[in-house]
T-cell receptor, first 112, second 113 residues
Framework: DGGITQSPKYLFRKEGQNVTLSCEQN?????MYWYRQDPGQGLRLIYY???????QKGDIAEGYSVSREKKESFPLTVTSAQKNPTAFYLC???????????FGEGSRLTVL | KQEVTQIPAALSVPEGENLVLNCSFT??????LQWFRQDPGKGLTSLLL???SQREQTSGRLNASLDKSSGRSTLYIAASQPGDSATYLC????????????WGAGTKLIIKP
């Protein structure tokens, strides 16, 4: 089936640890995005990539890093520099700027 | 700076009713507007996308309208069902922001059987 796969679905991290969230898509989309969702707030953009080997910071990139070595993959690393990492993380992809977005099922990160 | 607002934050209606969800935005220079649905603990599902040149889009029991001059969009749901219970989010994209989406906080809809 075509779609976006995020893993893991749930992740627990101790303070001071880096963790990497996986996002894979088989929709042949050029653009991929990472969003953070907190209760009662709209989605906030962390990073996005419109082409392989290129990515741009979103509104809340501090404490996060990404790579885009393959078209179908866009992993997000939450580093120890992120002060409040507990959140629901959503990966999305789309074909072209301003196109319809398709989302994965999300990854919930909890810092213990 | 573009701001997107969805009021009310929550809405509860009996099954079978027709209902309207609201989305307002402060800058009319948008590229398009999208409506999404999110079930608890899940990702988002795209419902409708309206280009700035369009006035409405329809999919099944859903109809979305766009009035750029007043900075408003509405999502009309006909003959609501308990399965429509979810959070509905709208988002606008702008050319000046490299087409990145600006999101509303969503309206949580509960359809009572």
């Amino acid at each position: 089936d075509g779609g976006i796969t995020q893993s893991p679905k749930y992740l627990f991290r101790k303070e001071g640890q880096n963790v990497t969230l996986s996002c894979e898509q088989n929709l042949n989309h050029d653009a991929m995005y990472w969003y953070r969702q907190d209760p009662g707030q709209g989605l906030r953009l962390i990073y996005y990539s419109q082409i392989v080997n290129d990515f741009q910071k979103g509104d809340i990139a501090e404490g996060y890093s990404v790579s885009r070595e393959k078209k179908e993959s866009f992993p997000l690393t939450v580093t120890s520099a992120q002060k409040n990492p507990t959140a629901f993380y959503l990966c999305a992809s789309g074909q072209g700027a301003g196109g319809e977005l398709f989302f994965g099922e999300g990854s919930r990160l909890t810092v213990l | 700076k573009q701001e997107v607002t969805q009021i009310p934050a929550a809405l509860s209606v009996p099954e079978g009713e027709n209902l309207v969800l609201n989305c307002s935005f402060t800058d009319s220079a948008i590229y398009n507007l999208q409506w999404f649905r999110q079930d608890p603990g899940k990702g988002l599902t795209s419902l409708l996308l309206i280009q700035s040149s369009q006035r409405e889009q329809t999919s099944g029991r859903l109809n979305a309208s766009l009035d750029k001059s007043s900075g408003r969009s509405t999502l009309y749901i006909a003959a609501s069902q308990p399965g429509d219970s979810a959070t509905y989010l709208c988002a606008v994209s702008e050319v000046d922001s490299n087409y990145q989406l600006i999101w509303g906080a969503g309206t949580k809809l509960i359809i009572k059987p």
